[in-house]
């Protein structure tokens, strides 16, 4: 009974005095407008350097662009996102009045788009070269084979990839709190700074995160399903 009660009390405390509540419900949107708009960017940026990257491979053309695809690939994945968020906010913009969630948006969609183009390179590294001899054979040239025959084909043996990197981004952003953007797991280590009980607010965050990505995931499982049932027909 004692158990029941300072429980009821510490919950009281944490989330509905001064609407503590609010600090996660805010947190959450910003997440995830942080974690949808970093998506769009990533899928973009991604699929353009995986072209460069795969033309190349294919064709040892676009030598520079590739070059600079490679530079791009090898700082992003052998840093930190934490550490790219942090250079782009204090040393980049350091000396500009710059919104935070843009901030975070460009960290993060850069940091995404470099394990996107390596998804998506590796879906059109595995489309069959007879592909493209079948593109060449009713007279398309090599960007159009790529845009009507290749990438359609990519995209769907990656789709669950790059469903499954959504669900990593998503968990990614919980450290944009470092450059002080009030996201979900922020807003519950305000709580925490409050009222001095970490339990309550920690585990919150936690358990929405969870259920996000257990949601997330459901749905990927399910993509991945309808994919291999249409292989099938």
């Not at 899928?43 to 662009?65: E, Q, Y």
């Not at 469903?163 to 709190?177: D, P, Q, R, W």
Request: proline residues 2%.
């Amino acid at each position: 009974m004692e158990f029941i009660n300072n429980f009821k009390d510490s919950f009281y405390d944490n989330f509905i005095k001064d609407d503590r509540w609010q600090y996660l419900t805010d947190g959450l949107m910003n997440t995830l407008i942080i974690t949808f708009l970093a998506v769009i960017m990533g899928m973009i940026l991604g699929f353009i350097v995986a072209i460069i990257r795969a033309s190349h491979d294919k064709t040892g053309k676009l030598g520079f662009l590739n070059f600079i695809a490679k530079l791009y690939l090898t700082v992003i994945r052998g840093t930190p996102v934490v550490v790219q968020l942090m250079i782009i906010y204090f040393v980049i913009f350091g000396s500009v009045d710059i919104n935070k969630i843009l901030v975070a948006v460009l960290a993060f969609g850069l940091n995404s788009g470099a394990y996107v183009a390596e998804i998506v390179r590796s879906g059109i590294m595995s489309i069959d070269q007879g592909q493209f001899e079948a593109g060449a054979s009713l007279g398309l040239d090599y960007r159009s084979t790529m845009i009507s025959i290749i990438l359609p084909q990519a995209f769907k043996n990656v789709l669950p990839a790059l469903a499954n990197e959504f669900i990593v981004l998503l968990k990614e952003t919980s450290v944009a709190g470092y450059i002080a953007i009030a996201d979900l797991t922020k807003g519950g280590d305000i709580i925490r700074s409050q009222t001095y009980e970490p339990f309550l607010p920690l585990i919150a965050v936690a358990l929405i995160y969870l259920v996000m990505v257990m949601f997330l995931t459901s749905l990927v499982t399910k993509l991945e399903r309808r994919l291999a049932v249409n292989d099938k027909r």
